[in-house]
């Protein structure tokens, strides 16, 4: 049978064989790569190289101030994901289980679950526990961090003896940089109860990656603030992002008051809920970001019809409070040359002040089109107020770049607003149509 570190094997394990798999390790330091699943035995390689110990009967951990200091610097972490977690542990019913969130390095920052499994013999390792590979070899914050993506560790394929009565599941989480921020994990007794929670913790994950966008996105929008801008502009970002959180939100605290009977099914209708809004969120924030911002880059081709479209997509919950329609009129296709940062911001400007004048019960046409004798793009906000409310009918607001001859928008490839990146197989939100 081949043993570490050679060989590769592709039949299924059982927890009998890596029982063995691991008995054998501690009484020969050889890893049996036929009893083990190809990712466990990737990790017990990495902690074999790391020299961890496999007859270690619990986690290190920090010291009490150390510990202290790491969760108040994390606090703003935590309070995003807490109430995701707060779901997780309601679906979980009556199992024995935890739901864990560690920094970036797999310290423990946070943790929920029944009264066993937090204060009791067996409980699971608390605040400040470290759970790294290269601490513990694999588990459920500290091998998602190491491989990067979703990862489970079903009872005694966990390195060290104290954790094989735990299965875990974990997946990393990432903040809004795209940087990894630390990693959410659920531990249970029985591996049926792990499956039920696999979706779930994954939805989870994208809901607190969700929020954690939305409070980089503040932040962005405190900075423009800061400088001379266009502040309706920043009053309508502002607004939608506080229409997110408190919808967002607002879906928890339901889930809160109505997870007593039927709580697994109800949970996992919520968090897919969830799921589906943080999606959207982390896509149209992705949008205000760079709308926001004051950056300026180099002049390109841009579609502008495109650019329109999407802006006007964006602006459709701001139409619907003000109480204006927005109507698509003629949509040539043009493509121009222009930095798109500035260009996106002019198109915003006019939209919105084309809102305003229109008022409720009115509507905004908005036009592409190619002037010819000009060789420009113009993109073209027409304010049409109600019957009732029209004194002057409002000029329009009108943005003009230079337009592109034909094949020149080919090369490059044209620029649009950020799309939300999915992972293979992930659906992409649509910014739909208006």
């Known amino acids: 049978m081949p043993t570490h570190p050679l ?4 039949q299924a394990s059982t927890p009998e ?4 798999a691991w008995a054998r390790y501690v009484s020969t330091g050889l890893i049996s790569d036929s009893l083990l699943r190809e990712p466990v035995l990737r990790a017990w390689e990495r902690a074999h190289d790391l020299g961890v110990n496999p007859k270690a009967a619990k986690a290190e951990r920090l010291s009490v101030l150390d510990t202290e200091r790491l969760v108040e610097q994390q606090q703003a972490f935590i309070t995003a994901a807490r109430p995701y977690m707060e779901v997780l542990s309601w679906a979980a019913g009556l199992e024995r289980h935890a739901i864990q969130l560690s920094d970036a390095d797999a310290a423990v920052l946070s943790v929920l679950g029944d009264e066993g499994s937090l204060h009791g013999p067996e409980r699971v390792p608390g605040l400040g526990s470290l759970l790294s590979e290269e601490v513990c070899g694999p588990t459920g914050l500290g091998s998602p961090l190491a491989t990067g993506g979703y990862f489970e560790v079903m009872g005694p394929e966990h390195f060290i003896s104290g954790f094989h009565i735990y299965t875990c599941q974990g997946i990393p989480i990432r903040d809004a940089e795209g ?9 249970v007794r029985r591996p049926a109860a792990s499956r039920r929670l696999r979706d779930m913790l994954i939805c989870a994950a994208h809901g607190i990656e969700a929020e ?5 996105l503040e932040r962005d929008i405190r900075e ?22 408190e919808s967002s939100r607002e879906g928890l605290r339901i889930g809160a008051r109505q997870a007593g009977m039927s709580r697994f099914e109800y949970a996992l209708r919520l968090l897919r809920l969830a799921e589906e809004t943080a999606q959207h969120i982390r896509h149209r924030a992705l949008v205000w970001r760079s709308l926001a911002s004051l950056e300026e880059g180099q002049r390109r081709p841009v579609a502008l019809t495109e650019l329109v479209r999407e802006l006007s997509g964006l602006l459709r919950e701001e139409a619907l409070r003000q109480r204006v329609g927005l109507v698509l009129g003629e949509q040539e296709p043009v493509h121009v040359e222009a930095d798109v940062h500035v260009l996106s911001r ?8 084309s809102l305003a004048l229109a008022g409720p019960g009115g509507a905004v046409r908005i036009d592409v089109r190619l002037e010819r004798q000009q060789q420009a793009g113009k993109a073209t906000f027409l304010p049409l107020p109600a019957p009732e409310q029209a004194q002057v009918a409002p000029l329009p607001r009108s943005v003009m770049s230079p337009a592109l001859g034909p094949g020149e928008e080919l090369e490059p490839l044209l620029w649009h607003l950020p799309a939300l990146e999915t992972a293979p197989g992930e659906g992409r939100p649509a910014s739909g149509p208006v």
């Open 212 to 216: 954690l966008l939305l409070r980089q």
């Open 224 to 245: 423009v603030m800061a400088a001379p801008g266009d502040e309706q502009a920043l009053r309508v970002l502002r607004e939608e992002v506080d229409r997110w959180r």
């Open 346 to 353: 002019q198109l915003l400007h006019a939209a919105l002040q």
């Open 17 to 20: 064989s890596t029982r063995r």
């Open 7 to 10: 060989g590769t094997r592709e």
């Open 179 to 187: 940087k990894v921020a630390g990693a959410l994990c659920s531990s």
